[in-house]
T-cell receptor, first 109, second 113 residues
Framework: GEDVEQSLFLSVREGDSSVINCTYTDSSSTYLYWYKQEPGAGLQLLTYIFSNMDMKQDQRLTVLLNKKDKHLSLRIADTQTGDSAIYFCAESSGGKLIFGQGTELSVKP | KAGVTQTPRYLIKTRGQQVTLSCSPISGHRSVSWYQQTPGQGLQFLFEYFSETQRNKGNFPGRFSGRQFSNSRSEMNVSTLELGDSALYLC????????????FGPGTRLTVT
């Protein structure tokens, strides 16, 4: 069945790079996504990658996709305290999004 | 452009009551999807509407229903509320030419007592 897994917590120092990892099961997923959720807010679409791509870069964000291992990662360069939030990985499946449980990123000054 | 708006933002209801939540998509977007977010189950897909037709439905009981109007605004209804329906209900809209992009609203926080 469809499943997306992420580690639950990540703590980094301000200025360091953060890498959030995700594994998914649906090999037919066309798009894979990263969303950010701050406390009391909805989901903010950060970036997404088409399944025939290996990498996508967007300013401080780099997405890497290993389709063979069904592994997706999000790298945030020069992490700031404002990046503290929960990050969700999601795969598209049959017109809907299947989300992971979210990774809580804590950025320490 | 204004983002996805959801009303009300907060709602408290009693078990057995029913509730209607509203979602206005980004201007020009015609696809609207609904998701439920709870601490235990995470984010789960409820349903998707496009041009007033339900295109996709998640694995939720029939107490959960929705509809979409000709102006693309959508409502979801939950009847006979249960304590377990307490959740953040999120609505997302997608542009016609990039339906794979889903933009979420701030959500409606429903508490059932």
């Amino acid at each position: 069945g469809e499943d997306v897994e992420q580690s639950l917590f990540l703590s980094v120092r301000e200025g360091d790079s953060s890498v959030i990892n995700c594994t998914y099961t649906d090999s037919s997923s066309t798009y894979l996504y990263w969303y950010k959720q701050e406390p009391g807010a909805g989901l903010q679409l950060l970036t997404y990658i088409f399944s025939n791509m290996d990498m996508k870069q967007d300013q401080r964000l780099t997405v890497l996709l290993n389709k063979k291992d069904k592994h997706l990662s999000l790298r945030i360069a020069d992490t700031q305290t404002g990046d503290s939030a929960i990050y969700f990985c999601a795969e598209s499946s049959g017109g809907k999004l299947i989300f992971g449980q979210g990774t809580e990123l804590s950025v320490k000054p | 452009k204004a983002g996805v708006t959801q009303t009300p933002r907060y709602l408290i209801k009693t078990r057995g009551q029913q509730v209607t939540l509203s979602c206005s998509p980004i201007s020009g977007h015609r696809s609207v999807s609904w998701y439920q977010q709870t601490p235990g189950q995470g984010l789960q897909f409820l349903f998707e509407y496009f041009s007033e037709t339900q295109r996709n439905k998640g694995n939720f009981p029939g107490r959960f229903s929705g509809r979409q109007f000709s102006n693309s605004r959508s409502e979801m209804n939950v009847s006979t509320l249960e304590l377990g329906d307490s959740a953040l209900y999120l609505c997302a809209s997608s542009p016609r030419d990039r339906v794979y992009e889903q933009y979420f609203g701030p959500g409606t926080r429903l508490t059932v007592t």
